[in-house]
């Protein structure tokens, strides 16, 4: 691993499909499938909406408090091997949180009441804190300010977190009248997506911080790329992938020359503009890649998750590695929001123990 490389060290998540992050990554790995038929929000054909819910949580469980619910226990998660250190240690932690964008169904105040929930719960533990309220891609744009952050000395570990979810009755109302909803009514579409809700939490620390607390690091964050997209899904316009592959492009200038990624893990979520530009993207860029069509896309297992994916699928990387299952140790994960930002990161894993 390089020596200047920003480490992961820490893994969290709540899903549909499992209430941590080992169980969720596990559940994915097996195909199970998280969706279920909405309790009471029917579509135009008047049947029940097909959602991805996280079973545990109360269906009349809303707003903030349900976004809440999911993310803390996610941020805990990839805290503990810090947390396990208790007091010996005096470190200097910060948090880069994914959000959505504003939308219908999600409160106005909702980055402010997430940050209120997160001091009530671990107090003053964060000395900084960035928010990036932009959907799929937020979570990349967090890891390059966790990265940024870190190389001027500002603090020795990040939490890089994202949180959505799409259950809210108006959400789920605004998504159908997108025609993005999949479904079988005049509104739905054979091509839309699963409403889902999720959290994932990543830990971020720099070589001499896994040094000094004695944590063996999962993986290395080698690169991240960020690119805009002009021709945006629901305008009409034919998009063609440049906004992605500026962020290929920029993440992939992380390998040495003639590396090759091993593993792809992103947001496709059955919308042909985003199969498309994918497509376009890895046609510029695909001799950087061992298979760029062997791709994991989880949404199938828990919808789509929005600002959640990016960090649930690095997470996914890194355990397909230890486990043993990846192609290889080198994965990029990608992640394409509808206001146009384009992300990319390589993550490059550790080996496991025992060679």
């Known amino acids: 691993m390089a020596g200047n490389a920003l480490q992961i060290v820490g893994l969290g998540a709540s899903t549909p499909?499992?209430?941590?992050?080992?169980?969720s990554a596990a559940a994915a790995r097996a195909g199970v499938c998280g969706f279920s038929e909405h309790p009471y929000m029917v579509d135009t054909a008047g049947e029940p909406m097909r959602i991805a819910?996280?079973?545990w949580l109360d269906v009349g469980l809303d707003g903030s408090a349900r976004l809440g619910a999911l993310l803390l226990p996610?941020?805990?998660?990839?805290?503990?091997?810090?947390?396990?250190?208790?007091?010996?240690?005096?470190?200097?932690?910060?948090?880069?949180?994914?959000?959505?964008?504003?939308?219908?169904?999600?409160?106005?105040?909702l980055a402010d009441d997430l940050l209120v929930a997160i001091r009530e719960r671990m107090g003053n533990r964060f000395v900084r804190i960035a928010r990036f309220e932009v959907g799929h891609a937020a979570g990349h744009m967090a890891m390059a300010a966790a990265e940024a952050g870190c190389a001027r000395d500002a603090f020795d570990a990040c939490v890089v977190a994202g949180i959505d979810s799409y259950l809210a009755p108006e959400t789920l109302e605004w998504v159908e009248a997108c025609d993005q909803l999949h479904g079988g009514g005049p509104l739905n579409n054979a091509w839309g997506f699963i409403p889902g809700e999720a959290a994932g939490a990543v830990l971020l620390g720099t070589p001499r911080l896994a040094q000094l607390c004695g944590i063996a690091p999962l993986a290395e964050l080698v690169s991240v790329g960020i690119g805009m997209e002009s021709r945006l899904i629901k305008t009409g316009e034919v998009c063609v992938g440049e906004g992605l592959t500026q962020a290929f492009r920029a993440a992939l200038q992380g390998l040495a020359p003639g590396e090759q990624v091993h593993n792809v893990y992103c947001d496709l979520n059955g919308e042909p503009y985003?199969?498309?530009?994918?497509?376009?993207?890895?046609?510029?860029?695909?001799?950087?890649?061992?298979?760029?069509?062997?791709?994991?896309?989880?949404?199938?297992?828990?919808?789509?998750?929005?600002?959640?994916?990016?960090?649930?699928?690095?997470?996914l990387?890194?355990?397909?590695?230890?486990?043993?299952?990846?192609?290889?140790?080198?994965?990029m994960v990608w992640g394409s929001s509808e206001s146009g930002e384009r992300g990319a990161v390589l993550v490059r894993c550790a080996e496991p123990a025992g060679g």
């Open 53 to 55: 819910r996280a079973p």
């Open 274 to 315: 985003r199969a498309d530009e994918f497509g376009f993207a890895t046609l510029r860029t695909g001799e950087r890649f061992r298979a760029a069509s062997d791709f994991v896309a989880p949404a199938d297992c828990w919808g789509d998750v929005g600002a959640a994916g990016s960090l649930l699928n690095v997470a």
């Open 17 to 23: 499909i499992g209430r941590n992050v080992w169980a």
């Open 317 to 331: 990387a890194v355990i397909a590695c230890r486990k043993r299952y990846a192609n290889g140790p080198l994965s």
């Open 74 to 109: 996610a941020i805990e998660e990839a805290l503990a091997p810090l947390t396990e250190l208790a007091g010996n240690l005096s470190l200097r932690i910060g948090l880069a949180l994914g959000l959505p964008p504003p939308r219908p169904g999600q409160p106005d105040a």
